[in-house]
């Protein structure tokens, strides 16, 4: 995204420490590089925080920050009192603190992650990322494989339809009329939620893409023990893991996927958001 960012905006950077001296510090080429993430924001237009922008909700995800400890301690508030007024906070999956901090503040905060543009593109590196962790983890090929896909939404329908492209059989479980008829027209077995909590369907293997408990341990009961879950849904919302590990069966949880398996596409997916919202919000100036 930096390096996207660096061919229309003069771009500082900072918290990238364990990837200079390696293959890819080629993509911070053109960035200004900052010894302080202080030196970064106080004097920007702009400030775009990574995605999820906090993994606590109180702290900046900077994962790659190394050096004296406490470097990578870096409360998400004190990035926002640094900014000056007028400026614009742009992040993943921004807590609901800083958001309120900046309305109150004069700072413009957008959560990109929110973006109906970025949720559709995200789905194709999250599906192939899917595609390609249950090749290597499954003993048998997609095609012919029985496949449950839960949820039919933006990732849930890419998903799917790249699986029945392959080969295999896809049921699509989903709780709302007008997914099961998509489903229906993609060339997927639809099944309604509720459907399927009563009865599953045996399966190979199950993708799931819904944010909430739906594998809980009376589902889990029913399932096949053979059955390997791969859990797409953010914190590993849609799976009770304790249950599953009790009942032997295989959950493997896939956060995060575009950036671990496509971060060149992940990022310019969320620079052309950032961009765009860039460019409307300071035009003119």
Known sequence: MAE??????????????????TADEKYL???????DWESAVKCSDAVVL????????KKLNCPLVSGCEGRADVPLMEVCEKMPIGSMLLGGMLP???????????IIAYDYYNSE???IKNSVPTAEGAIAECILRMPM??????????GYGRCGRTLAT???????????????VKDLAWARVDGCIPIPLCEYREYPVNADAVFNTIPIRIFDGELLSLLSKDTVIFELATGNAGVDMDRAEQLSIKVIP??????????KSAGEIICSVVRDKLYSHFEGR
């Open 4 to 21: 996207c960012l660096s061919e229309t905006f003069e771009c500082a950077v900072w918290g990238f420490d364990e990837i200079y001296g």
């Open 29 to 35: 080429r053109k960035a200004v590089r900052c010894a």
């Open 50 to 57: 990574p995605l999820p922008s906090s993994t606590d909700g």
């Open 96 to 106: 609901s603190i800083v958001r309120s901090y900046a309305a109150e503040h004069g």
């Open 117 to 119: 543009e970025l949720q």
């Open 141 to 150: 090929t997609v095609a012919g494989m029985r496949v449950v896909v839960a």
């Open 162 to 176: 790249r699986l029945k492209l392959l080969g295999a059989e896809v049921f699509a479980v989903a709780r709302s």
């Open 254 to 263: 896939l956060p995060s996927l575009p950036g671990k398996t496509s971060p």
